[in-house]
C-alpha cells in the first residue's frame, strides 16, 4: 500500500484527487494540506511514502516543501501536480528534488503512474516531457540527460551499486557517466564535482 499525502490550497482539487486515488486499491490517502505550514506538519506527522503537491501556495511555493522533504529523506516519493507546464517549473522542480511532474488536467490514469513512479524510484524524476526539459539542461551546462541525474545523485554519498539500482542502469553505465562529468568539470573527483555544479547552480 502506497501512503500518499495530498497538498493543495484547493479543497476541490484535494478531494477530486482523492476520490480519484480510491480507484486504486494499493493507493491510500492518509492526509491533506492546503499551505506550507501545514504541509511541514503533515509530512512530519504521517510519514507518507509519496506526497503529491502544488507548486502554488497561499504562503510560499511548493518547492521550498519539495526541497526540504527531499533533504530529510532519499526514500520518499514527491510527485508536483500543477497547472504550469512552462519547462522552467519543471527544471525547478527536478532541481529541488521532486520525482515526476503532472499536469492537472492530465488524465487519473498518469498521475496514479507518476505516483507509482515515485514510490519506486524517488531519485528519478519522470515528466511526459522529460526530453525537452533535460535538453535544455544540457544546452545550459555541457551535461546529457542522464549525467545530470547521476550529479544529483553524487551528494547523497550513494555508492555506484546504489545509483545503478537508483536509475534502473548498470554499475558499468553509472561509472561511464561519472568519468564524462569529470571529464566535462575538468575534475578528479566527487567532492570537486560537487563543488563545480554548485557554483554552476546544477546543486542546492
Do not use: C
Request: proline share 3%; no cysteine.
Amino acid at each position: 500500500m502506497i501512503q500518499v499525502l495530498v497538498i493543495d490550497d484547493h479543497a476541490l482539487v484535494r478531494e477530486g484527487l482523492k476520490r480519484a486515488l480510491m480507484q486504486d486499491p494499493k493507493v491510500k490517502v492518509i492526509g491533506e494540506a492546503a499551505s506550507k505550514k501545514e504541509a511541514f506538519a503533515q509530512i512530519a506527522h504521517h510519514n507518507p511514502d509519496v506526497i503529491v503537491i502544488d507548486l502554488h501556495l497561499p504562503d510560499g511555493s511548493g518547492l521550498d516543501i519539495i526541497r526540504w522533504a527531499r533533504s530529510n529523506s532519499k526514500k520518499i516519493g514527491i510527485v508536483v501536480l500543477t497547472m504550469s507546464d512552462m519547462p522552467e517549473y519543471i527544471v525547478a522542480s527536478l532541481d529541488a528534488g521532486a520525482s515526476a511532474f503532472v499536469e492537472k488536467i492530465s488524465p487519473t490514469s498518469e498521475v496514479i503512474a507518476a505516483i507509482y513512479h515515485s514510490a519506486k524510484a524517488p531519485l528519478s524524476f519522470t515528466t511526459r516531457r522529460l526530453s525537452d526539459v533535460l535538453a535544455v539542461k544540457k544546452e545550459r551546462h555541457g551535461l546529457t540527460g542522464r549525467e545530470i541525474e547521476v550529479l544529483e545523485l553524487l551528494p547523497l554519498g550513494e555508492t555506484v551499486t546504489e545509483m545503478a539500482l537508483n536509475l534502473f542502469v548498470s554499475e558499468s553505465t553509472i561509472k561511464t557517466h561519472i568519468s564524462a562529468i569529470y571529464r566535462k568539470f575538468e575534475v578528479n573527483n566527487r567532492m570537486q564535482a560537487i563543488n563545480i555544479a554548485r557554483k554552476k547552480g546544477l546543486l542546492k
